[in-house]
């Protein structure tokens, strides 16, 4: 049994440091196909769940220093699947809860926000967002993947980044202060572009042309030179005493050594070890800024790739493990069940959020492996009868209990009836 214990305590912080949110991209998360994951925020100890629908969590990096501020997020991917259905649909959410398997520049929405700037089968979305306070002070600055960005701007709206990712600022900063759930990207709000026209005057000048008259000119006799016998003489150098008076004319002269008092630094000056930095309540962005911003994102871009089964399983491993042990310690001894969720119960909810949302993220997976798959063969495949909306046979929903965490059969219970789910221990 204390194998078992330990074995628990071990999973649990193994947990923690289980990441995959993708750098860049929304996913959502919540619900009762989630396990209620939603449930207890991390920003809000004494609240049950969510206030709102609209609702986020974010990357443990920034800890409490983002709680109950605002985001707007908008996908930065071309919806050519639904004609442009979702092409500049910006969602306001709420942040309230962390998300340890995300990478700093991911958000975890809600499903209803997910929902309303992207199709819940296209499972993850590349984006930008900002998070700031109601009245508009912004605590995250603008993020967002650079070469995705630049290419959806220019495709989409014939913009520069620049000025997309200025008039996505302004625009999400008045959704925050105007206490708006929902909007459009609309480029009339980027920067009006100034083109300068320099006026060119051309002056014209006469020109008068007067003949010259020819002079005759004598010839010049060439006289022999006369050579003069000279003497050269060399004067030797006269000493001369080294004269202590003050020459007349020349004023005093000081010459001053050491540091001087004068503190000031030139404003062309470079400042050493210095960061550049620009105003995050900055709007109309330059293509300056945009160098300095994009300068501090810590996150690189994810290649493209696909996921498969077994990568998205491992995921689940040790939280599986977790769940496992959970429900055996539970079976076999209550009363250490009950002491672990006492002492540990923050662990203990990510134990079974984390479950969950692996869980999610494997179904999102099959979905997009088999969509990708599809895609590139053009075959289509015979859809299960029980699924038949989605071309991938889903992790059955009799696998989660009610509390989200894996049912696994522990003992010898009949496994005739879920032969691909069960594990006999």
Not at 70 to 76: F, K, Q, R, S, T
Not at 126 to 148: C, F, M, N, Q
Not at 293 to 298: G, L, P, R
Not at 377 to 389: A, E, F, L, M, P
Request: glycine share 6%; hydrophobic share 30%.
């Amino acid at each position: 049994m204390k194998l078992i214990y330990f074995s628990l305590l071990f999973a649990f912080f193994i947990t923690l440091i289980n990441a995959d949110g993708k750098s860049y991209h929304a996913t959502f998360y919540g619900g009762s196909d989630d396990g209620n994951s939603e449930r207890n925020p991390s920003c809000y100890h004494d609240m049950k769940k969510p206030d709102t629908d609209y609702y986020a969590a974010v990357g443990t990096l920034y800890d409490s220093k983002l709680c109950g501020s605002y985001a707007v997020v908008m996908g930065v991917e071309r919806d050519s699947k639904h004609d442009g259905k979702y092409d500049g649909k910006m969602v306001k959410v709420k942040i309230m809860d962390s998300c340890r398997e995300c990478k700093d520049s991911h958000i975890d929405l809600s499903r209803d926000a997910f929902a309303y700037i992207r199709d819940h089968n296209k499972g993850e979305l590349k984006i930008i967002w900002l998070a700031a306070t109601s009245d508009g002070d912004v605590k995250r600055d603008v993020i967002y993947p650079s070469e995705v960005t630049e290419e959806f701007a220019k495709k989409v709206y014939g913009m520069s980044k620049s000025q997309f990712v200025s008039a996505f600022k302004k625009q999400a900063l008045r959704m925050i202060k105007n206490g708006e759930k929902t909007g459009r990207f609309n480029k009339s709000d980027a920067p009006a572009t100034t083109t300068t026209t320099r006026k060119t005057t051309t002056t014209t000048t006469a020109t008068s042309t007067k003949q010259v008259v020819p002079t005759n000119s004598l010839p010049i006799n060439s006289l022999p030179a006369k050579t003069v016998p000279t003497t050269a003489s060399v004067q030797s150098a006269v000493a001369t005493e080294v004269v202590d008076a003050p020459v007349t004319g020349i004023s005093d002269i000081i010459i001053q050594t050491g540091q001087t008092n004068d503190t000031t630094v030139p404003d062309e000056a470079p400042i050493v070890g210095k960061t550049k930095t620009v105003d995050p309540n900055k709007t109309d962005l330059t293509d300056e800024d945009i160098k300095i911003i994009e300068s501090q994102f810590k996150d690189k871009e994810d290649e493209p790739g696909s996921y498969t089964v077994g990568v998205l399983s491992a995921g689940l491993g040790v939280t599986g493990a977790a769940g496992i042990g959970l429900l055996y310690l539970k079976k076999k001894s209550p009363s250490k069940y009950d002491e672990l969720k006492e002492k540990f119960p923050e662990a203990f909810n990510n134990v079974k959020r984390s479950v969950s949302r692996s869980a999610t993220s494997i179904r999102r997976g099959l979905t997009r492996t088999k969509s990708k798959s599809n895609t590139r063969t053009n075959n289509k495949v015979s859809r299960h009868g029980d699924h038949s909306q989605e071309n991938y046979r889903e992790l059955p929903q009799h696998m989660f209990g009610k509390d989200g965490i894996p049912r696994y059969t522990l003992y010898d219970a009949p496994m005739n009836n879920f032969p691909e789910t069960s594990i006999r221990m």
